[in-house]
């Protein structure tokens, strides 16, 4: 009985000697293929396509004249799915988008660039994987290592959060009402080939409400207010402070106080001042 061995042949591997028959085949390549053009007038109707860049294993279940690719699944590539982009234009790898509708003639969800707006809305829910013609269908995930970025002047590790501008990142957390989406971190720091790693989860632009309280604050002698937990990207939801004589409790404005530091908040504009003074002090947990 002959052994099965895989063979190269024009910078694709073909595995033969398993006797597949109506010209099923199996293909390697970099990045998702593409409906109708991939391996067509090749593979037959259940061949499969391997992306060696994604992790993710495609069957074809359309014709050897007009391939359909639909993904199987992937080892390294968490939550990916099949989306039609209906949007009105492009989707490039490593967008941040939305589901935003349906489409019945494909049986998939449209989708669209998200964006931190506060009139919008749309929180990223997925990365697309690879570049989505408008009109076209694609594969999108929850991962995905975003590579040729400027990083410098950050830190490996430093959150990035979703950006008021469609689609992209940015390194500080957007502020007037905008939602606060950490969506990665950076993973390699160069001015122009540096590295995001995406790690998209929808349930981070809601966050988690927590509530502190911070005694013997002076704010003539302090600069800022020490709050366990606390982070940059976090949203300051309210600050209210007990007179340390009166005892009496001050709802304060957010606008007097500055900047979120890792376990502090900044002091902006201050208070009758007592180094008696607590204050309950509640935040978003978006990081």
Known sequence: MAVPTLGRQGGQH?????????GVKIRTGAGAPTDGTTLAGVAGPGSLYIDYTNAVVYVNNGTKASPAWSPLGGGSVAGTREVKNDSGGAIAAG????ITGWDEATGYMEISKADANASSYNVAEYVAL???ANGASGLVGRTHRLTGQATNGLTVGDPV??????????????????????????????????V???DVDPARASGVVNVALVAGQDET???TIPVTGIAVGDRLVSVMVQDGTSGVFTQRAISDFGAITAGNIAVGANAANNAANKYVIT???LT
Request: proline fraction near 3%; charge should be negative; aromatic fraction near 6%.
């Open 130 to 132: 690879a570049a989505i």
């Open 221 to 223: 002698g302090d600069t």
């Open 14 to 22: 073909n595995v033969d000697g398993l006797g597949l028959r109506g």
């Open 161 to 194: 959060f979703l950006h008021t501008t469609a689609g992209g990142w940015t390194a500080t957390p957007p502020t007037s009402g905008a939602t606060v989406q950490r969506v990665g971190r950076v993973a390699v720091v160069h001015a122009s080939t540096g």
């Open 196 to 198: 995001v790693a995406l």
């Open 283 to 285: 935040w978003m947990d």
């Open 95 to 98: 967008d941040l988008v939305a």
